[in-house]
């Protein structure tokens, strides 16, 4: 049964006005492996999508194409479109600098930036847009860290340099510096492989307050956590799409055989 | 649904900074190749008038009329004091090469390292003046043994390093397998070195030889210069370099074709030998460089 | 069986270490036989020899001042000069060129070729075309129409610091370049990344990721340069000029530590060349200075893990 057939559920809640960002038929090359074979996959606004699947499905790579990063790395190739508010960001006419400020990523290892502090971190992308306002920077810069659940550890230390917070901290900062330039949607490569618990716990705390204001997409190789924290499941395997319901169908009631295999555990 | 207060496109001055930037990049780039090829070119256009089998034989031209004589004793005098300084610096550099690749550890070994990277950048003038304080002076001598000692200081350091890199590169299970076989520390360290083969060590030996074979100012205080070939090695002896120098700068045009010429065999000595380290080392996985 | 086992590891440890033991002898003798060297002059003249602006062999008046002041400004030519040239060509091949890692080591070697020409060389190619060049294309039109300003006083004959300074350039390119280039490859991609995806463009993450990150790693490329301009010799002394003289103006001949040695060496004796061998005592220790400068910067860039070069 591999490569079988898309399971999506019409889910009644699910209606097309509400999907913020939608892959058609995405593709992705690295040298001359095909990672994604074609990808059909709607992200609804203001909910928390979890993506999942064993290592070498492809999921990584998967949202790296939704920020145009993927075709950072040399000897990548990305085909199929991405549709943002129905604007497709792989079209000649965008510039993926300002898709990348629309989309923002947290990364799967904390990399603040180490010249510069905590405030500096933060405000790093507001930067570069332009805005040099210091009550403006302040202002966003708390806002940020407060929704990253950071601010009260480090408001009176903001001058310091990042790298000397803790890994759950560093994320979180990490989280915070993507939340300072207003993206619509945030991505997450598996934010929390590399934390404790307890560091885990407070950042999953955050996203789920998140959804709030943006469209929220998490890789996770974690089952709990995607129990725990979305509203929506995909399902990848071998570069494809298997199964996309709400995660609650999906754990309870997986339409396909790999999805089942994969949710008790049979398989990476 | 959250509507965007963003612009559609990052500002126009952020556009022009990245591709002024871009532009500003490639021009530096070409305004450093643009000397390697003017250098490369003049050395060929003017040098090949000199070269005929005779200029490469003959003693040093001593009347100014017309294209007389040639480097012969300068192109031996260069080799003669490069050997004399492999001769003293190959024992000693791979010897403290070794040293620092399977002692690391230890205090010597790093001090010495230390001194060691300090030495390679050292203005080779300086060593020129040591040597004649130490040997020239005392022995009230220019020789070509002195110019070698000057130059041997100039190996030193690069063939020390570059051995010392290259042996940091064997996989310590090789050492832990012949250690646990009961084999003996000297011997094992015998293997290291040997297994590493002459790629890493050769390496450093040409690089230096290299180097040391485009060296001035060390042989120019200690050599002095001659126009015969020489007789013994505790006598002056000519050497390419300090020939492009004097020939170069003399008043004669004659002469300067000369210098150009020998500028030229020079330059083909030290293309020949930078290629045979490429050869040795294909993709340069130690990095080894030419003047460093 | 074990007593002859200790015996060759002794053996052997002795003859390397003292290999090791050689080096730091050697750089500690030659700071000693320079000194007993340049003894008489340094008793004779002082430390003023260091303030000393004189230099005249026929009276027997020697100071360092002249050289010390040629040493500084033609370096600072070059590395003003070269330095944004060295860097830019660091990024190109750094961050430009990740997807075609073929040609970027091409242009890596074909730079590093730079480094084999012996200074010599360098020399005969200043004095026959780099000089005409720039005294007919560069100082006589800068001369003529900014001459009032100091810098661009003096009558350009072509033999004079501002030539040294650009040949000087022109070595110093491959050593800054190298290091540079490596030290730019040790930046995580992650942070390139990280700054991506907040939306910058290619300039914007070369600024304010990678090169903060590579900062120390590259100010360590800048002194070595540095060092390398302060020490070459031939090709200064080649199209310097060497007139002892402490001159605002670029267009003036001058002569700087090293030069004035190769220049002048031969024909000395006496306290002259006692004063001679001082100028090689203190060019050995602002190289050792700016050496050991150079190293340690380098060697925090990557924490004890010894850099590539």
Sequence with gaps: MLGGTLKISKHKNLDLSSVKLATKDLKAQFGKAQVLKGINLNFPENKVTAIMGPSGCGKTTLIRCLNRIHELTPNAKVEGEVILDGVNIYSPQVDPVVVRRRIGMVFQKANPFPTMSIFDNAVAGLKLAGVRDKEKLDSVAEKSLRMAFLWDEVKDDLKKSGVNLSGGQQQRLCIARALAVEPEVVLMDEPCSALDPLATAKIEESIVALKKEFTIIIVTHNMQQAARISDFTAFMYLGQLIEFDTTSEVFENPKSELTEKYITGKFG | ?292 | MQFRLLRGDTILIIILAAAALFIIGLVIALAVELYSGSVASIFQFGPGFLIGSQWEPGKNVFGALPFVYGTLVTSAIAIVIGFPISLGVAIFISEKLKSHLTFGYLLGTVVDLLAAVPSVIYGLWGVFILIPLLRDYVEKPLHSSLGFIPLFSGHPFGYDFFTAGVILAIMIIPTISAVSRDVLSEVPNSQREAMFSLGATDWEVTQKAVLPYARSGIFGAFILGLGRAFGETMAVTMVIGNIPSISSSFFSPGATLSSIIANQFGESSGIFQSSIIELGLILFFVALLINVLARLLLWRMTRGTRVKV
């Design chain 2, 1 to 292: 649904m959250r509507t965007s207060d963003l612009p559609a496109s990052i500002s126009l001055w952020r556009k022009i900074v990245n591709k002024l930037m871009t532009i500003l990049v490639i021009v530096a780039v070409i305004l450093a190749v643009i000397p390697l090829l003017l250098i490369l070119g003049d050395v060929v256009i003017r040098g090949a008038p000199a070269l005929s089998l005779g200029f490469l034989i003959h003693s040093l031209p001593t009347s100014t009329k017309g294209l007389s004589g040639g480097i012969g004793p300068a192109i031996v005098g260069s080799f003669t004091m490069v050997g004399i300084a492999a001769l003293i610096s190959v024992p000693i550099g791979v010897g403290a090469g070794i040293f620092f690749s399977e002692w690391a550890s230890s205090r010597l070994s790093t001090i010495s390292g230390f001194m060691n990277d300090v030495l390679t950048g050292f203005p080779s003038i300086v060593i020129g003046l040591f040597v004649f304080v130490i040997i020239v002076l005392p022995t009230k001598q220019s020789s070509a043994f002195a110019g070698g000692v000057a130059l041997s200081f100039v190996m030193l350091p690069i063939i020390a390093r570059t051995t010392g890199e290259s042996l940091k590169l064997v996989p310590m299970t090789l050492r832990e397998a012949s250690m646990a076989l009961g084999i003996p520390r000297w011997k094992t360290v015998i293997r290291i070195v040997i297994s590493t083969g002459k790629r890493g060590l050769l390496t450093g030996i040409l690089l230096a030889v290299a180097r040391a074979t485009g060296e001035t100012a060390p042989i120019l205080l200690t050599a002095s210069t001659s126009i015969y070939f020489a007789k013994s090695i505790f006598q002056p002896t000519a050497s390419l370099t300090v020939f492009i120098y004097n020939y170069g700068t003399s008043g004669s045009a004659s002469w300067q074709t000369e210098a150009w010429g020998a500028a030229l065999v020079l330059i083909l000595i030290m293309l020949g030998l930078n290629l045979l380290v490429k050869l040795t080392i294909g993709r340069n996985p130690i990095g080894a460089r030419m003047e460093l």
